[in-house]
Every structure is written in C-alpha cells, then in structure tokens.
Nanobody
Framework: QVQLVESGGGLVQPGGSLRLSCEAS????????MSWYRQVPGKERELVAV????????NYARSVKGRFTISRDNAKNTVYLQMNSLQPEDTAVYYC????????????WGKGALVTVSS
C-alpha cells in the first residue's frame, strides 16, 4: 500500500519556524520527485516546493524562496519542509505529494497538515 504520512503541523507565531515531515511507504522513495503544496479555503492548491529524485535538487515558489527549505532523507523515506520566518499568509493546509507513475496509482497525496501562523 502506497502511503504518505505527514506530521509537524501546528500553531506558530509570526516570525517563527516549523518543520513538516512526510514519511513515505509502499514504493521506492528515492526514485521519485516529491513536492509540498498548500491550500487555503477558497483558493487553488499552490505548489510550494519540489525536490527531484535521488539526492534531490530543490525548487521553490517565489512566495517562499529564501524562507522555506525542502529536503529529503532517502534512508528514512522522508521529505521535509523547513519553514522559517513564517507569516500569517503562510497559514494553510500543507500537502505532501509523490510523483508516482500511473502503474503505481499516479500522483500520491498525503492527507494534509494544518499550519496556522497567528499571534
């Protein structure tokens, strides 16, 4: 069974930091690109960061570049999103996604982790 399990969401004050984790199972983790998306009610889901397969090369949305860091630990089958200098506009449900091929079920999504940035 392919699965992504997220953790690390919660409430943080503006300017604070939070690290999201997404642990994968059921597929060869290192073979596939991983991404983080976020979504707020009434808006489209937004791509936040992507990391390519293998060792991984990161790319970021302009809105988070310089503040967020995506990384992966293939030995732990886990992708991370380190979020620094958080602001209220970062409040969203954050989703982890694996770019799986059709034969493995297509793109795989986590259930989402709520991040609330508020004083």
């Amino acid at each position: 069974q392919v699965q992504l399990v997220e953790s690390g969401g919660g409430l943080v004050q503006p300017g604070g930091s939070l690290r999201l984790s997404c642990e994968a199972s059921g597929f060869t983790f290192s073979n596939y690109a991983m991404s983080w998306y976020r979504q707020v009610p009434g808006k489209e889901r937004e791509l936040v960061a992507v990391i390519t397969s293998g060792v991984g090369s990161p790319n970021y949305a302009r809105s988070v570049k310089g503040r967020f860091t995506i990384s992966r630990d293939n030995a732990k089958n886990t992708v991370y999103l380190q979020m620094n200098s958080l602001q209220p506009e970062d409040t969203a449900v954050y989703y982890c996604k694996a770019a799986l091929p059709w034969r493995l079920g297509g793109d795989l999504w986590g259930k989402g982790a709520l991040v609330t940035v508020s004083s």
